[in-house]
């Protein structure tokens, strides 16, 4: 077996054909756009490079057959509460189902972040924001929304035997759009609804600079400074809506308000994926016009919830079951969509846990699982502290 790092635009291209021909007869798997993968390694897109460095390689059999590949991270900015070791990261694992070679590929990753000065391993996670590319799926594998990563039950054995450990779990959630919600929430909602102070609203294309300011408020107060993740300013949402614009369905994005100050926000959007598997990873001129064609001529009935958040003052209030159920009462007269999926919680959230298992007759739909290898064999593991 022969291992290569990335160095060329051709062997970038193999990189990104490790995965597609591993995959080749699995009818679950969904081609990504391949413009999303180059792009978390050109340091011009992708300001995770002001921080730190990224590396990628391919393996070959001794046919010259593409058999795994994997990138390497090492991020300043990366860190989980409780860290007391650099850590850097893994992603894009892809192998064979032969432990030789994943080993080849866990080795060749591990020595480079050594390099670094780093002690520890997180992966497959992503060089850049957890919205995308994150965790080792490990149940539920059924095709995958967008920018979800995908990959064959095999894998779970290839890192496990090599010795990663179960860093923390992270859980998609599922339910029937048509349903009603749990008389819980219909109650907190009805109380929330009888003070004029509450109000919602869905999101307007034709102002997005004042949701966009509403969005960044809300995600502050809520994330920001929580595993890792940085405050957001008005500019950088705001082109953020922009580039969503296009796929952006009103309805299916909402915001809470108490006297006007924005303090929830659910952001939702029909599953890109859907339309995005006819294009085979392509994203040029003329496969943007062909995506437009089958936006309008092809019907999806699936949507997918990416942002779910109140601000801590009004946490415990009901204001969770509050913009849930204003959403319902937009979202079912529609009788659009059949299917729901919201991205993954971790499972050392458990307040967040538990406000999607009581929304209404949830199931969870997969499971995704970020490992940790300590370099340190001696050292004792952790795994990720439970949020409070």
């Known amino acids: 077996m022969?291992?290569?790092?990335?160095?060329?635009?051709?062997?970038?291209?193999?990189?990104?054909?490790?995965?597609?021909?591993?995959?080749?007869?699995?009818?679950?798997?969904?081609?990504?756009?391949?413009?999303?993968?180059?792009?978390?390694?050109?340091?011009?897109?992708?300001?995770?490079?002001?921080?730190?460095?990224?590396?990628?390689?391919?393996?070959?059999?001794?046919?010259?057959?593409?058999?795994?590949?994997?990138?390497?991270?090492?991020?300043?900015?990366?860190?989980?509460?409780?860290?007391?070791?650099?850590?850097?990261?893994?992603?894009?694992?892809?192998?064979?189902?032969?432990?030789?070679?994943?080993?080849?590929?866990?080795?060749?990753?591990?020595?480079?972040?050594?390099?670094?000065?780093?002690?520890?391993?997180?992966?497959?996670?992503?060089?850049?924001?957890?919205?995308?590319?994150?965790?080792?799926?490990?149940?539920?594998?059924?095709?995958?929304?967008?920018?979800?990563?995908?990959?064959?039950?095999?894998?779970?054995?290839?890192?496990?035997?090599?010795?990663?450990?179960?860093?923390?779990?992270?859980?998609?959630?599922?339910?029937?759009?048509?349903?009603?919600?749990?008389?819980?929430?219909?109650?907190?909602?009805?109380?929330?609804?009888?003070?004029?102070?509450?109000?919602?609203?869905?999101?307007?294309?034709?102002?997005?600079?004042?949701?966009?300011?509403?969005?960044?408020?809300?995600?502050?107060?809520?994330w920001a400074g929580h595993g890792g993740l940085k405050e957001l300013k008005k500019d950088q949402v705001l082109i953020m809506f922009k580039k969503m614009k296009p796929v952006m369905e009103e309805k299916l994005i909402m915001f809470a308000y108490h006297n006007n100050d924005p303090i929830a926000i659910f952001v939702n959007l029909p599953d890109l994926n859907q339309w995005f598997k006819h294009l085979k990873g392509k994203f040029d001129l003329w496969h943007k016009l062909k995506f437009l064609w089958i936006k309008k001529t092809r019907e999806n009935r699936r949507f997918t919830g990416l942002v779910f958040g109140v601000v801590p003052e009004f946490q415990g209030m009901g204001v969770d079951a509050y913009i849930i159920n204003e959403i319902k009462m937009v979202i079912q007269p529609m009788k659009k969509y059949d299917v729901y999926e919201m991205q993954w919680i971790g499972e050392f959230n458990p307040k967040m846990m538990n406000i999607v298992e009581n929304i209404a007759d949830t199931f969870r739909t997969r499971t995704l699982t970020t490992y940790r290898y300590l370099f340190d064999r001696t050292k004792e593991y952790k795994p990720h502290p439970v949020l409070h």
């Open 2 to 222: 022969q291992l290569t790092e990335v160095t060329t635009p051709q062997l970038a291209n193999n990189f990104i054909r490790v995965n597609v021909e591993l995959n080749i007869d699995n009818p679950n798997y969904i081609h990504p756009l391949e413009k999303d993968i180059h792009e978390v390694f050109d340091p011009k897109k992708n300001k995770a490079f002001r921080f730190g460095e990224a590396i990628r390689w391919i393996l070959k059999d001794n046919n010259g057959k593409l058999i795994g590949r994997i990138a390497a991270f090492n991020n300043k900015k990366y860190k989980n509460k409780g860290d007391d070791v650099p850590v850097g990261g893994i992603g894009f694992f892809d192998s064979i189902n032969d432990q030789v070679a994943a080993d080849m590929l866990f080795d060749v990753a591990k020595n480079w972040l050594k390099q670094k000065g780093m002690e520890a391993m997180d992966g497959p996670i992503n060089f850049g924001e957890r919205d995308r590319w994150w965790g080792l799926l490990v149940e539920g594998f059924q095709p995958p929304p967008y920018c979800l990563n995908y990959n064959s039950p095999y894998y779970q054995g290839l890192f496990e035997n090599y010795g990663f450990k179960n860093y923390y779990n992270q859980v998609c959630f599922g339910l029937d759009p048509h349903k009603e919600m749990s008389q819980k929430i219909l109650d907190r909602h009805a109380q929330l609804t009888q003070n004029p102070a509450f109000s919602s609203s869905i999101i307007d294309k034709n102002n997005l600079e004042k949701f966009a300011n509403d969005f960044v408020i809300v995600y502050n107060k809520a």
